[in-house]
Every structure is written in C-alpha cells, then in structure tokens.
C-alpha cells in the first residue's frame, strides 16, 4: 500500500513521486542533466547512476510518480509506440501467438503485422467488445499473451480486463492493457489482474500536445526486470527535460480530466440531439453500448468522443465553420480538437468518422462554438 493511497485523485497527482519535504530543497526536483556521470575508482554496483541509458535521477521521479498512481513499477519510454514494443517482445518470442485488439491503435496493428510476424510471432486479432466472449470460450489457449486496448480508440469499446484476464491467466497468457484512453487515474489495470499497464503518455497523462512519452507500470518484480532489461538494451529511455516535463505536466491530471469530462458531457448533449450526428459514442452516456461495463470498470469519465457526420466535405465544412475546433490528430490535450479517422487509412471507419477529443477551454464556449458549426452542415 502506498503512502498515498488514502488520498483523492488531485493530491495523487500533485504528490506523487516526491520525496518528504527537506529545508531549503525545490518542491519539485530539477532535472539533471547528463548522459555518462562520473564513475568512482570501482566499476559502478548499482548504487550509483552511470549512464543515464539505464538509469537517471529525473526518470526516477517521473516513474515514481506514474507508478504511484498506476499502482506498480513504472518504466517510462520515448513514445507510447515504444512502451508498447517493449511490453511485447520483451515477453514473447518466435512461434508465440499474441492476440491484440483488430479496432485498437492502427500503428499497434502496424507493429504487428510489420514487425511481430518478421520475428516469427503469430498474431490473432480480436474485437475488442468480442474479447470477453472469445476468452470465455476457450479462444485464448495457447496464446501467450493478450493485449487489451479499452476504451478502444478511436471506436471507445470496453471490455471487461478482470474476466480477460483471468481467463488468460487460466490459459496461460500474460495480459497487457492500452490504457492510453483511460489514464492511470481513470482505470487501473494492475488492480483488475492484468500483468502490465501501458500507456502513451503524450495524451492525457501529459496533456500539453508538446512531449511524447509513454510507460509500462507491472506488480511483478521478474517482469519488471525483464522489461528493464529490454529497455537498457534497446535504448527507448527518454531523456531527462521529457521526463521532468512529464512529471510537471502530470500534477495537473486530475484538473484537466474533469474540465475535459465536464466538456464532453455537455458537448454529448449538443451532438446527441443534432441531425447531422449519427453513431454518437461516449463511454459515459447512459444509451452508450460501453456504459454499464465502464460504469462498472472505470474510476471516472474522461473528453474522448467519437460520432459519424456524413462523409468527408462535412467534417472539412465543421472544421472550417469552427474557431475553437482544431484539425489535429491525437487526444487528451488542453486543445478541444478533432480528428477525422480514415485520412489515416489504419482504421476500419466511414470516411466521416471524427473523434473528438474536448480540452480545457470553457464549456459554454465550446458548445457553442460546435452548435455553429454544426448548424452550418
Ligand atoms: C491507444 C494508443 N496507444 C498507443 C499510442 C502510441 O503512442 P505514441 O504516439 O506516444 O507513440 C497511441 C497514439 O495515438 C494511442 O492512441
């Protein structure tokens, strides 16, 4: 139990990775700038940093922090895409079947098809609102890992981590889980059996559209070694400035979610009840098919909302109409913006499928902002 389990989400994220107060010390550490460091006259036993490829003060910090609220041992990465290679093949080896979301991030199906199948890893995709019924029915035996991605972007599908999980368990399989979406404050993976929490921390854990990072948090001291092991030698370290931006960044999660949530419950009400908006998805709307499982399954709502206008031009005209939408891929930011899916060509979705992603600006601006827009369709 962590020192700061008692505490509510915001003073988690302010508190967490910090060190008991000493006089005269920064409330936040500084980052510390090096590659090698000085070594003694005895080759380095651990004790002591020696090159920041394998281990540096700010990194520490900033994993502190993401593992306290994650709930386990966080390694931090470059980029999420790298948390994610890491996760996998640092656990799964040529003639291993890994089973991976079919409607998660396209670039995660990228890594497998172009990258996993080279290596001789078989790869089995599965929808993610039909994981829990292929786990239930025996589908992952011999699998040797499952990763899960929920709410799913760009679709926001959940599926239930625990009944996955244990049914992997069963089966032999370790389970990973994309929590990009949800942020470590909004689901936690470890508590509900999966083995590793990962996450592109350039979305909402960081939250200024200006720093890629992303993590991998475990319970397992083994798996973490073996994820360490695969970082130090693979090199995904982020360097020092990303890793104190991150952590700086991170003090604000708890606000900035429920701005986002707040906006996105009302922008919800607007698109729900618009003519040119169909298949509206929010995990948090009660006619949403992923309600009652997030309800159930997650700690809070967050801004990410996707729907259907009616084809391309559409989506050109409300972005045009618009002054506070930004056209821009990614999500979680400050910035309320929009991203039409299929110009990316990685997602199985109509060509006006947008997810929106709400920032922190003010929610009657940003309603009515979107109301003229749309009302210009
Ligand atoms: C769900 C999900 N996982 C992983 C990634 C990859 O993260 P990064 O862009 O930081 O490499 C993304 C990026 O959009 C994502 O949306």
């Given at each position: 139990?962590?020192e700061l389990s008692?505490?509510?989400?915001?003073?988690r994220?302010v508190?967490a990775?910090?060190?008991?107060?000493?006089?005269g010390a920064?409330?936040r550490?500084s980052?510390?700038?090096?590659a090698p460091f000085h070594?003694?006259?005895?080759?380095?036993?651990g004790?002591?940093d020696?090159?920041?490829?394998?281990?540096q003060?700010?990194l520490?910090?900033?994993e502190?922090?993401v593992?306290e609220?994650?709930g386990g041992?966080?390694l931090?990465?470059?980029?999420?895409m790298?948390?994610?290679?890491?996760a996998?093949?640092?656990?799964?080896?040529?003639?291993?079947?890994v089973?991976?979301?079919s409607?998660?991030y396209?670039?995660t199906?990228?890594?497998?098809?172009e990258?996993l199948t080279?290596f001789?890893?078989?790869?089995?995709?599965?929808?993610?609102?039909?994981?829990?019924?292929?786990?239930a029915?025996?589908g992952?035996?011999g699998a040797?890992m499952?990763l899960?991605?929920t709410p799913?972007?760009?679709?926001?599908d959940?599926?239930?981590?625990a009944a996955v999980?244990t049914?992997a368990?069963?089966a032999?399989?370790?389970?990973?889980v994309d929590?990009t979406t949800a942020?470590p404050?909004?689901q936690?993976?470890l508590?509900?059996?999966?083995d590793?929490?990962?996450?592109?921390?350039t979305?909402?854990?960081t939250?200024h559209s200006?720093?890629?990072l992303?993590h991998?948090?475990?319970?397992?001291?083994?798996?973490y070694?073996?994820?360490k092991g695969?970082?130090d030698?693979?090199g995904?370290t982020?360097?020092?400035?990303?890793?104190?931006?991150g952590h700086?960044?991170?003090?604000?999660?708890d606000l900035?979610?429920?701005?986002q949530?707040?906006?996105?419950a009302?922008?919800v009400?607007?698109?729900a009840?618009?003519?040119?908006?169909?298949?509206l998805r929010?995990?948090?709307?009660?006619?949403?098919p992923s309600?009652a499982?997030a309800?159930?399954?997650m700690?809070?709502p967050?801004?990410v909302?996707?729907l259907?206008?009616a084809?391309e031009?559409?989506?050109s005209?409300?972005l045009?109409?618009?002054r506070?939408?930004?056209?821009a891929?990614s999500f979680?930011g400050v910035h309320?913006?929009?991203?039409?899916?299929a110009q990316w060509?990685g997602?199985?979705v109509?060509?006006?499928?947008v997810r929106?992603?709400c920032g922190?600006e003010?929610t009657?601006?940003?309603?009515?902002?979107?109301?003229?827009?749309?009302d210009r369709?």
């Amino acid at each position: 139990m962590s020192e700061l389990s008692g505490y509510g989400d915001g003073t988690r994220s302010v508190r967490a990775g910090e060190d008991p107060a000493v006089p005269g010390a920064p409330l936040r550490p500084s980052p510390v700038f090096a590659a090698p460091f000085h070594l003694g006259d005895q080759p380095p036993n651990g004790a002591v940093d020696f090159y920041a490829r394998t281990g540096q003060p700010t990194l520490r910090v900033f994993e502190d922090a993401v593992g306290e609220l994650d709930g386990g041992r966080c390694l931090s990465f470059a980029t999420g895409m790298a948390a994610l290679t890491a996760a996998v093949l640092a656990c799964a080896r040529s003639g291993d079947r890994v089973v991976l979301p079919s409607d998660g991030y396209y670039a995660t199906r990228l890594l497998a098809a172009e990258e996993l199948t080279r290596f001789g890893i078989e790869v089995q995709y599965v929808p993610t609102p039909e994981i829990g019924r292929v786990a239930a029915d025996g589908g992952l035996a011999g699998a040797s890992m499952v990763l899960l991605e929920t709410p799913s972007n760009p679709q926001l599908d959940v599926c239930d981590i625990a009944a996955v999980a244990t049914a992997a368990h069963a089966a032999g399989a370790l389970v990973a889980v994309d929590n990009t979406t949800a942020t470590p404050l909004g689901q936690r993976p470890l508590a509900l059996g999966a083995d590793m929490t990962v996450g592109s921390d350039t979305k909402a854990l960081t939250g200024h559209s200006d720093v890629l990072l992303g993590h991998v948090s475990v319970t397992d001291d083994a798996l973490y070694a073996r994820v360490k092991g695969f970082r130090d030698r693979t090199g995904g370290t982020p360097g020092p400035f990303e890793a104190w931006l991150g952590h700086r960044s991170m003090s604000t999660l708890d606000l900035r979610l429920a701005r986002q949530a707040a906006n996105a419950a009302a922008v919800v009400e607007l698109l729900a009840g618009h003519p040119a908006v169909s298949n509206l998805r929010w995990p948090w709307r009660p006619e949403d098919p992923s309600f009652a499982l997030a309800s159930r399954q997650m700690l809070r709502p967050n801004g990410v909302v996707s729907l259907e206008l009616a084809d391309e031009a559409a989506v050109s005209r409300l972005l045009g109409a618009s002054r506070l939408w930004a056209a821009a891929t990614s999500f979680g930011g400050v910035h309320s913006t929009i991203d039409r899916r299929a110009q990316w060509g990685g997602d199985d979705v109509p060509a006006g499928f947008v997810r929106l992603s709400c920032g922190i600006e003010d929610t009657a601006d940003l309603v009515a902002d979107l109301r003229g827009a749309l009302d210009r369709l």
